[in-house]
């Protein structure tokens, strides 16, 4: 949980999780807030990362895109690609195009919900100007255990 929130906060200085959960692929359509986020019992104020890594088999550029209700980054390699930051009236898209070979990338989604009314993110790619699609779990992976 974290004090009123207006923006992502910075994720260095909060500690450790108060709640953890794994989730196969990032597709939480807009929903109401007060049904939290899955797997947490966190319904308003709070901020989630999302940590793993990415595989990517085809060398391309992909516009990599964040749809979210509130404040949404996303990071490849420890490097900010996407900036989809503040509280939003209703769920909305940024994205970026980003040239990547073969291997897998260090992933990590940011994401805050401020006190309501919605919920929403969603991670989705399209590769060389194709059609955009959620990315689907088979290339997402947990991180490794330390």
């Given at each position: 949980?974290?004090?009123s929130a207006t923006a992502l906060p910075d994720f260095s200085s909060l500690g450790n999780a108060t709640e ?127």
């Amino acid at each position: 949980s974290i004090e009123s929130a207006t923006a992502l906060p910075d994720f260095s200085s909060l500690g450790n999780a108060t709640e953890m959960a794994a989730i196969d692929m990032v597709n939480i359509a807009s929903k109401d807030a007060s049904e939290g986020f899955p797997g947490l019992t966190l319904t308003q104020n709070y901020a989630v990362r999302l940590n793993g890594s990415i595989n990517i088999t085809a060398e391309a550029e992909y516009e990599l895109c964040i749809n979210s209700d509130d404040g949404s980054q996303l990071l490849l390699e420890n490097t900010l690609v996407v900036d989809n930051d503040g509280i939003k009236d209703e769920a909305s898209e940024a994205c970026a195009l980003v040239y990547l070979t073969p291997g897998e990338y260090q992933l990590a989604i940011h994401y805050f919900q401020a006190d309501g009314p919605k919920l929403a993110l969603q991670f989705a790619w399209a590769q060389d100007g194709g059609d955009k699609q959620l990315v689907p779990s088979e290339v997402l992976f947990k991180p490794v255990a330390r």
